[in-house]
C-alpha cells in the first residue's frame, strides 16, 4: 500500500503514463470526404504500404529476410505513414491458437524457418496471433497506423473467380464465420493504438455476386466490428473486385457508424473501367482517350462518393504497377492514375510494400515484381519511387487549413513539379519547395506576382513574364485527358508544355495527340502537365 509520501509522486506517474498513451493514440474520424484526427481535428492522410500476411503462412511476409524492427524502418524511410495488413478469417477462427513453426513445418518450408530463426526466432514459437501481435506493435512503435484487411477466409493467394472465397456462401465464405472472425479482430484490437481501421472484405468477386446480400452481410459486418471496436474506421468495398460502387447511388447504404464509415476502391491496368479490360488497351489506343475514359469511369463508379451533401471518404486501397519499370502498359497506367490520385488528393494503399513471399501458389521464396522493396528487401525495386510518388505522399488539402487555395504544377510521368530558375525559365525538380501559380482560367501567375507563364516559340523554354496580354501568355487545358496546357504562338500555332528526357527545363512544343485521333498512339505523357489544387 502507498505511503501519504508516495501518493502525489503516484498520480504524477499515473498521468504521465495515460498522457504518454494518448501522445500515440490514433482516434480517426470523417468529416465529409476527409478523415480526421480527433486530437488534434486537422485532416490525416493515410499513404499506406500494402504488407501481405493473408497466405498459408498466416505471418506478414519478410520476417525471414530481417528482423521486424529493419523492415518497418523501410516503410518509413520510403514515408508511408500506414500499413494495409491483410489476413486471412480463418487465421482468427481455426487456427489462432497453432503456433508458426508447426504451420511452417506441415508447409515442407525448412529455408523459411532458418531464416526466421535466425531474423525473428522468437516469432517461431508464437500463435500465428501473437505474430501478428509482434508485428502491428513494432509497426505502432515507429508512428506507423495499420488498417487491418480481411482479405480471404481460407488462408492463400486472391483471386479468382472460381477460388470458392469471393462471395457470400460461396465454399470458403460463410457470412456467419466471416462476422465472427471480424468481431474476433476488433475485440482483440481493442484500444490497440496502431489500429486506426479495419475493412470488411477484400475484392467481392465470383458468380455469386448480388446487391441483396452485398447490402444484407456488409451492414452486418460493419456493425460487428464499429460494436466490437468503436474507435477504428470501417472500411467498406464494392463489387467486381472492388472497382464497382455504382449502386450506392441509388441506394445509400443505410447504417449508424457514428463518424467511422470509408469507401474503398481498386484499379490496376488490367482491370479496367466498363470496357477497359484488356491490359494491352494502354498501348493499342490512344493514351489521351484511354486516360481521360479512366478517369471519367473512376469517377462514375466511385469518386462520387467523395462529393455532394452526405461525401465520405474513399481510399483507393490498391493499386500498383510492375516496379522493375519493364511493363510499358503499366507504366502508362500508373502515371495516369497518379493525376486522379493527386488532384482529389485521396488517401490511398499501394500494393506492394513486401519484396516476396515465403509460399505463394505452391512457390516458394516468390518475387513480388509490384514490391516497393526487391527481392533482398533492402533495396527500392524502383529506382525513381521517391520522385515519382513525392507528391501522391504529400497531405495537399485539409479542409481546416486557413491558406487559400493554390495551385501546383505537376508533371506525373516524372513525379515532379515546376519550379522557376534564375533566368525565370521553368523547370521541373522536387515538389518539397515548388513554386505556387494562380489560374484565372486563361493565365498561370506567379503566386504573389503579376508574371504570368509565357511562351517563345517552339522548342524554346517557357518562362514568366511581366507581359500577360499576349496570345502565348494564355493557357487552357486540352485533349482528352484535359492533361495538356496548351497556348497559341504568334503565328497562330498550337503549342504545349513539354518536358524532354535530356533536361529539366520545360519548352513549348507541337502538341502530341490532343485531338482524338485512333491513328495517334504516340506517347504524350511529356507533356502532360496538371494543375493540382492546395491549400497546405
Partial sequence: ????????????????????????????????????????????????????????????????????????????????NCVRLTYAIYMWTRHGNRVVNDTLNDLDLPEVVDGISKYNPSVLKMTHIEAFDAVVNEIGSQNVKVLLDNHVSEPKWCCDDDDENGFFHDRHFDPQEWIHGLTLAAKHFHEHHAI???????????????????YKYMSKGALAIHEANPNVLVVISGLNYDTELQFLKNKPMNIDLGKKMVYETHLYSWSGIGTLKLKEIWTKQPLNRICGDSIRGLDERAGFLTTGENAVPLMFTEFGFDQSGSTVEDNRFLTCLQTYLVGRDLDWGLWAFHGGYY??????????????????????????????FQLLQRKNQDPTSKHSKEYMMYHPLTG?????????????????????????????FLSGSKKCLSASGEGHPVSVSNDCERKNSSWKTASLSELHLATIDKNGKELCLHKDSNSSVVVSSKCICIHDDSLCLDDPMSQWFQLVATNV
Avoid at 505452391?362 to 528487401?377: C, I, P, R
Avoid at 515532379?416 to 493565365?443: F, L, P, T
Fill in 1 to 80: 500500500m502507498l505511503t501519504k509520501a508516495f501518493q502525489p509522486l503516484f498520480l504524477l506517474l499515473l498521468v504521465f503514463i495515460s498522457s504518454s498513451y494518448h501522445a500515440n493514440a490514433y482516434p480517426l474520424s470523417t468529416q465529409s470526404r476527409w478523415i480526421i484526427d480527433d486530437s488534434t481535428n486537422s485532416r490525416v492522410k493515410l499513404v499506406c504500404g500494402n504488407w501481405a500476411g493473408h497466405l498459408q503462412p498466416m505471418i506478414p511476409e519478410g520476417l525471414d529476410q530481417r528482423p521486424i524492427k529493419e523492415l518497418v524502418r523501410e516503410l518509413v524511410k520510403n514515408n508511408f
Fill in 196 to 214: 486506426v481501421a479495419m475493412s470488411l472484405r477484400n475484392e467481392l468477386h465470383g458468380p455469386r455476386q448480388n446487391q441483396r446480400d452485398w
Fill in 359 to 388: 509460399l505463394r501458389e505452391d512457390k516458394v521464396h516468390l518475387d513480388e515484381s509490384f514490391g516497393v522493396v526487391d527481392a533482398t528487401w533492402h533495396n527500392l525495386r524502383y529506382p525513381n519511387f521517391t520522385d515519382k
Fill in 416 to 444: 515532379e513539379c515546376a519550379q522557376v530558375n534564375k533566368n525565370n525559365e521553368i523547370e521541373i525538380g522536387s515538389c518539397k519547395n515548388q513554386k505556387r501559380w494562380s489560374y484565372d482560367g486563361s493565365h498561370i
